[in-house]
């Protein structure tokens, strides 16, 4: 059974013309293959997987799979409203040869997903996965959130292998680490909290800030490792003002924009979501260089 423990960056999806631009993502790809990642997330919240046809999920999951050639795990985000769309995307994400599947909540109809519904969801998708699944909690987009008490439930679950959670509670964080099922990965989904979910027990991260700093994000794990707390301490407070400004501030056109200036390829996100205007590209030009990582060479 595959092991979540590491770091993965969630990859941005590259756009040109209307399009995914393959030959910028390959670019991005051997930056990302070079680094000291552990691996990457394809269709993550910051691949604007919601954004992409069925067709471009399809494509975009064999690309992804087809160039990385198990050099890095990769993770495919497949979460859907519907339970039987989750389920076809999973045996598409096996067949592209991802090693596992990330699976988000499904939340239109977010007045109906009580404890009950996603526990369904969960255990007859993760019944029927070919791959090992991991729960995505990302109650800021989603507006619903996987209860530890769920997540704890769910961990018993032979093919649910661990949870990404995004929501930034530590104490929900600490109790889903405390009670969870022998085996059972926490992983933080920001930077912003790497440190202290390491310090309870967690088994890595899976953060935005990945793709723009990957050596520096996965240097803060294994310094934890190492026993060396002052020196992973230190890098954690160092990230988080750059990580808050390719998330919760500026969100993907931001990311994008850091990718740009890094010498990757972000491009424009993919409409409705609008480019960074100048003066936030400025302004957070401004923080990547205050973190003392930047600029770098692709």
Known sequence: MFKLHGIYAPIATPFAGGKIAYDKLEKNLRFWLGSDLTGIVVMGSNGEFVLLSPEEKEELMRFVCGYVKGRKPVIAGTGAESTVETIRLNKVAA????????????????????????????????????????????????????????????????????????????????????????????????????????????????????????????????????????????????????NHAVTARWGIPGLKAALDMIGLYGGDPRPPLMPLEEADREELRKILIRTGFFPKKT
């Open 95 to 242: 067949e592209a040869g991802a090693q596992a599947v990330l699976v988000v909540t499904p939340n239109y109809y977010k007045g109906e997903m009580t404890e009950q519904a996603l526990g369904r969801f969960y255990q007859d998708v993760a019944d029927a996965s070919p791959l090992p699944v991991i729960l995505y909690n990302m109650p800021r987009n989603t507006g619903v959130n996987i209860s530890a008490k769920l997540a704890v439930e769910l961990s018993k679950h032979p093919n649910i292998i661990g949870i990404k959670d995004s929501g930034g509670n530590i104490v929900q964080i600490a109790e889903i680490i405390r009670n969870a099922a022998e085996g059972f990965s926490v992983f933080a989904g920001s930077a912003s909290y790497l440190y202290p979910t390491l310090a309870l027990g967690g088994a890595g991260g899976t953060l935005a800030l990945a793709n723009i700093f990957p050596d520096e994000c996965t240097r803060l794990q294994t310094l934890f490792e190492a026993g060396k707390m002052k020196e992973a301490r230190d890098l954690q407070i160092r990230l988080i003002e750059s």
